[in-house]
């Protein structure tokens, strides 16, 4: 994705889906529910015996964030995957094993170094971290021709720098990180950093241990375009700032996406998070909770489908990457997940569905919504170092 919101992008959000509720009656689910049955909560990934019997069976073991695909409550099954195991014979096993990017990578790493199994077959990672795997041979290529929904793709996220003509990588999902909270505790709601980090919110409130979000808001705040060069005494300002709220216990945790359990059980009141984590948490508590965009701007990212090098189903991992990119497959998952899905004609799709979804200026942003967020810029190999240490320090990581 470019440092900048091109045309390509605007159309490309223009042209997505939303989630609201589950399709076909389905029941809304908690993220409580979906944790519990799903994720493996970072344990580790298999024994080398449970490996290497999915790698004999063609089993494709896919590693994915929570709250990200849609979900049965009631049959506690993935119906769009359990449809295409149904349709091909190819057996799926789903986990929500993505927390935060670098916590996921510190868990694979040594594996991905010595060619060792990691236990995964496709994973989904977001833009600057999918760059890393792909500039570091993590990933492998797709076949020619062994995804041919692959021209459903939105133009503007068609041709990206870190994988130019998308050869490694296909996009999951976008979305925006801004402000969710709690509408009984802050009825007034949250639109700047000033509200959100008032003392009398002290210790029930959270933020994303997702760099590039956190800090971009925060920049942002500062008055930094982070789509453009801006130093590194800009940065580590806006990390001080960041440090003095961590350290006044106004901050209660820096986390990854586990912060929907915070929100969910109150511990937190109010979050910087992520649009569609937020958009769920509403669905399936009547309400409670709300997102907004910052006054001062919030981010917009994606996240990417990949094919780790050591995995040995390639054939079989392509099929399931390719059945995500059926315009009417995307259009089940974006009305669960509400994020903003990359697959042209799910939009049509989606208006079958629920013509009513498409109205949601946060899933269909207009051009105020669009002139709200930034995506942020990429960055140098020992700024990302220098970045990602002081952050983690500040963060009390």
């Not at 094993?97 to 170094?113: A, R, S, T």
């Amino acid at each position: 994705m470019s440092e900048q919101l091109s045309p390509e992008t605007r159309a490309l959000i223009r042209a997505q889906l939303t989630r609201r509720r589950f399709l076909a009656g389905a029941g809304a689910v908690g993220a409580t529910a979906v944790l519990a049955a799903c994720s493996s909560s970072g344990e580790e990934t298999g024994s080398a015996s449970e490996s290497a019997a999915a790698e004999s069976s063609g089993t494709v073991r896919w590693a994915n964030w929570p709250e990200y695909l849609d979900y049965d409550d009631k049959g506690q099954k993935y119906p769009t995957l359990e449809t295409f195991i149904a349709a091909s014979g190819i057996n799926v096993v789903y986990k929500e094993e993505v927390n935060d990017n670098d916590e996921f990578y510190g868990k694979v790493q040594v594996k991905l170094e010595q060619g060792k199994d990691i236990g995964w077959d496709i994973v989904t990672l977001t833009d600057w971290m999918a760059g890393r795997w792909i500039r570091l041979g993590y990933t492998q290529a797709f076949d020619e021709g062994a995804i041919p929904n692959k021209e459903n793709i939105l133009p503007g996220l068609a041709n990206v720098g870190f994988d130019p003509g998308r050869k490694s990588s296909l996009t999951w999902q976008s979305g925006f990180a801004g402000f969710g909270w709690n509408k009984e505790v802050i009825p007034g709601g949250i639109k700047s950093l000033d509200q959100l980090f008032d003392k009398k919110y002290k210790g029930r409130i959270e933020v994303l241990s997702e760099m590039r979000d956190t800090m971009g808001i925060i920049l942002q705040y500062q008055g930094v375009d982070i789509s453009q060069p801006f130093t590194e005494d800009q940065f580590m300002t806006a990390v001080e700032f960041l440090e003095k709220q961590v350290t006044d216990g106004i901050i209660r945790q820096v986390k990854g996406n586990d912060y929907l359990d915070d929100m969910e059980s109150g511990d937190a009141i109010a979050v910087i998070g992520w649009s569609g984590d937020i958009f769920a948490l509403a669905n399936d508590n009547d309400g409670k909770f709300e997102f907004a965009i910052p006054e001062s701007g919030g981010t917009l990212w994606s996240d990417n489908m990949m094919i780790p090098s050591t995995s040995t189903n390639k054939k079989n991992a392509q099929s399931v990457i390719n059945n995500y990119y059926d315009p009417a497959v995307a259009a089940q998952v974006a009305a669960w997940v509400n994020y903003i899905c990359p697959v042209q004609g799910a939009r049509e799709e989606m208006e079958k569905i629920d013509p009513e979804l498409v109205n949601n200026p946060f899933i269909f942003p207009d051009e105020p919504t669009l002139a709200k967020v930034k995506v942020f810029r990429p960055l140098a190999p020992e700024e990302e170092t220098n970045f990602s240490e002081a952050f983690a320090a500040a963060s009390g990581n």
